[in-house]
């Protein structure tokens, strides 16, 4: 029904910064928690951000915080993650998924994943 589209990602030095936007085609996001993911291919993914479909609830992992902040433009179907003082090990896959009411919280799985963006931190 909807497709997440992914952009954004690219080759930055340590300490730079990248701005990732997940656009939706085809559908809106509206009603949908949209949450950020990373993957290093063969391993884990595990989720950095997440902001709710109502109240515009944020929340992020550990590894993250105070350095990646995500937001959503709702007019624009688009969400996005501004990520700020980048460290090598940020160097991942980063996926946008979009999940139905509580999906930020655990309670509910994912409806639609993008393709996925790279992000390389190196020097």
């Known amino acids: 029904q909807v497709q997440l589209a992914e952009s954004g990602g690219g080759l930055v030095q340590p300490g730079g910064s990248l701005r990732l936007s997940c656009e939706a085609i085809g559908g809106t996001l509206d009603y949908y928690a949209i949450g950020w993911f990373r993957q290093v291919p063969g391993k884990e993914r595990v989720r950095v951000a997440c902001?709710?479909?109502?109240?515009?609830?944020?929340g992020y992992a550990d590894s993250v915080q105070g350095r990646f902040t995500i937001s959503r433009d709702n007019a624009k179907n688009t969400v996005y993650q501004q990520m700020n003082n980048l460290k090598p090990e940020d160097t991942d896959v980063y996926y946008c998924?979009?999940?139905?009411?509580?999906?930020?919280?655990?309670?509910?799985?994912?409806?639609?994943w993008g393709k996925g963006t790279l992000v390389t931190v190196r020097s």
């Open positions: 902001v709710d479909s109502s109240e515009g609830r944020t």
């Open positions: 998924a979009a999940g139905i009411s509580y999906f930020c919280s655990g309670a509910a799985g994912v409806d639609y």
